[in-house]
């Protein structure tokens, strides 16, 4: 993120990838389990929390 600030000439800071995994630990999602067999791709925006399962028609915003 920070590579991309930079290059967007950005200046907001920007936490670090141990900051951001310390702070998903308290984090409560209510999501469901999607899959066993597959992977699940969550994705953070500015327009929320997305959970991507099964395909790209299957998305669950939180």
């Known amino acids: 993120?920070?590579?991309?600030?930079?290059?967007?000439?950005?200046?907001?800071?920007?936490?670090?990838?141990?900051?951001?995994?310390?702070?998903?630990?308290?984090?409560?999602?209510d999501y469901k389990k999607l899959s066993s067999q597959k992977p699940t791709y969550i994705a953070i925006e500015s327009t929320g929390v997305k959970i991507y399962g099964y395909g790209e028609w299957h998305v669950v915003t939180i």
């Open 1 to 29: 993120m920070r590579l991309l600030f930079t290059t967007m000439q950005i200046t907001l800071p920007v936490p670090s990838y141990s900051r951001i995994s310390r702070r998903m630990k308290w984090l409560n999602l």
